[in-house]
């Protein structure tokens, strides 16, 4: 590194300084340059007196201020800041033959906010950043018209960088153990004493943020140790807590699909985001197709004991049972027709059995049953019980003419509630050629929430929330097909 010759410097001098050597102190510019003196650590005392605003140290708010001790003291030709590892910054100075020199003041502000943002060199930030407890050496290179050089020790602090925001936290590593829901998600960040020292930041309101969403109400571990930080955070999901939920649902959705998506990491405030790590993290999750098959399982299981059911008692839990005589139905003969409200209570039970498998092998976690779960099952039930109370007024007549001449009317009750198969008999109303509308449209939005709730518990590890309107809907669907079947014909 060449020292700067003065003669090559004084047009820039002239032209770079807007001030005049007269009575007061000159406001000098500050200028990157590649050549600044090697001037060994012990050298000797210079003539001047230094300060930053009268203090011996400095922050980017001050103005260094160089001032002469003696009358004979050398005229300055220039100046470097060296805060080590080869950031070296050049204050052009002015010249005069006249000594005293007069009072030289440099605003450190723009020096600094010129080097951030040129990132010349490449760990000018990084040392302003992870300086232990926020304060670093400055020294400053004197080279005066003679060749001589000199070095004075200062001290400066980051405080003010950080409030100002120029200055930002950096994630150095994030290690989880394991990656999924109730692990340990930890990350290592140098700076964090600094950060909190100059903000008066308050370590436990810190957030997590992933993939851009942030996870309130996780519980949070700062620990600041020789100036090293890390923040620890419990990877939980809180059903109690919507945004919670929320936000998790977001996250899982990546982790969770098809293809899973590595997980951005990064750190928050209750304000703005602070620090993002440079590289993702894989959450731990059971790959799709072995929650299908565990999913498959379940129903399968299911099914079984719906057979051992049917194998006892000829399917009739999902049946119709209106007080009709039992020597209406000729023995190994269909018995009576399907009830659709029994059939949609038991496929509610199936879904929500299903789908708490789906959730509880996603993610290792016991899946916790929320409002819409115990809704869709209260409406299933509630549609059942309601179907099961309201014989249809054709079903009843047949009924009392049956009980008046059993062997007359007996062929007639026998084809009016005779079983016809499974579809036609949840279709139509007792009686009935055809399918009936307000049983299509209960099927339709059965069939459409049914769909629903398996695709987010397949492929966002939660039961899903469904909204009022929804809920709403399929309670009026279920109530008008109760209603209908009273005032059948």
């Keep these: 590194m060449r020292s700067p010759d ?3 410097h004084a047009p820039a001098q002239q032209e770079g300084l807007q001030a005049t050597l007269t009575a007061g102190p000159v406001i000098a510019q500050a200028q990157s340059v590649d050549h600044c003196p090697k001037v060994p650590d012990q050298t000797t005392k210079a003539p001047l007196s230094l300060a930053c605003s009268g203090k011996s140290e400095c922050s980017a708010a001050d103005a260094l201020t160089v001032i002469s001790t003696s009358v004979a003291a050398p005229t300055i030709a220039s100046m470097c800041l060296d805060f080590g590892d080869g950031w070296l910054e050049w204050l052009q100075a002015a010249t005069s033959p006249l000594p005293p020199q007069a009072p030289m003041s440099y605003p450190l502000a723009p020096l600094i906010a010129r080097a951030l943002a040129d990132g010349r060199p490449a760990n000018v930030r990084a040392r302003l950043v992870r300086s232990p407890a926020g304060r670093l050496p400055m020294d400053v290179i004197i080279l005066d018209t003679t060749g001589s050089t000199f070095r004075e020790h200062l001290m400066f602090d980051t405080t003010s960088l950080w409030a100002s925001g120029q200055l930002s936290l950096e ?8 990656c999924r829901l109730d692990g340990i998600l930890r990350m290592e960040i140098p700076s964090l004493a600094n ?15 992933l993939n851009g969403a942030r996870i309130p109400g996780l519980e949070v571990t700062p620990n600041l140790t020789d100036g090293h930080g890390t923040v620890s955070f419990k990877l939980h999901r809180s059903s109690n807590q919507p945004a919670n939920v929320t936000a998790w649902d977001t996250v899982l959705g990546d982790a ?5 998506s590595p997980i951005t990491v990064a750190l928050a405030d209750d304000r703005n985001e602070l620090a993002r790590a440079s590289g993702p993290v894989m959450f731990e999750v059971m790959p799709i197709g072995k929650r299908v098959a565990w999913a498959g399982g379940a129903l399968t299981l299911l099914l079984l004991i719906g057979w051992w059911a049917d194998a006892k008692s000829g399917w009739t839990f999902l049946k119709d049972d209106f007080g009709i ?25 199936v879904i929500i059995i299903v789908g708490a498998v789906l959730v509880a092998v996603a993610l290792d976690e016991f899946p916790a049953f929320n409002d819409t779960a115990v809704i869709l099952l209260g409406i299933g039930t509630g549609t059942a019980v309601g179907a099961a109370a309201v014989v249809p007024k054709v079903v009843t007549n047949a009924i009392a003419n049956y009980n008046a001449s059993p062997a007359a009317n007996g062929p007639a009750l026998l084809q009016l509630t005779q079983s016809q198969g499974f579809w036609q008999d949840i279709t139509r109303d007792y009686g009935s050629t055809s399918p009936d509308l307000h049983r299509l449209q209960n099927i339709a939005f059965t069939i459409v929430l ?13 039961f899903p929330e469904f909204s009022s309107s929804w809920l709403t809907l399929m309670g009026v669907s279920g109530g008008a097909y109760v209603g209908f079947k009273a005032v059948g014909n």
């Design 6 to 8: 003065p003669a090559r």
């Design 450 to 462: 049914m769909v629903m709730f398996m695709s987010t518990a397949l492929l966002h590890g939660v």
């Design 325 to 349: 005589p039992p020597g209406v139905f000729p023995k190994g003969q269909r018995g009576p027709a399907f009830s659709l409200g029994k059939t949609q209570m038991v496929l509610w039970t």
């Design 195 to 209: 950060w909190r020292r100059a903000t008066i930041g308050d370590l436990y309101k810190l957030q997590l943020v």
């Design 256 to 260: 969770l699909s098809w293809r899973p």
């Design 171 to 178: 994630v150095q590593t994030v290690d989880c153990s394991p």
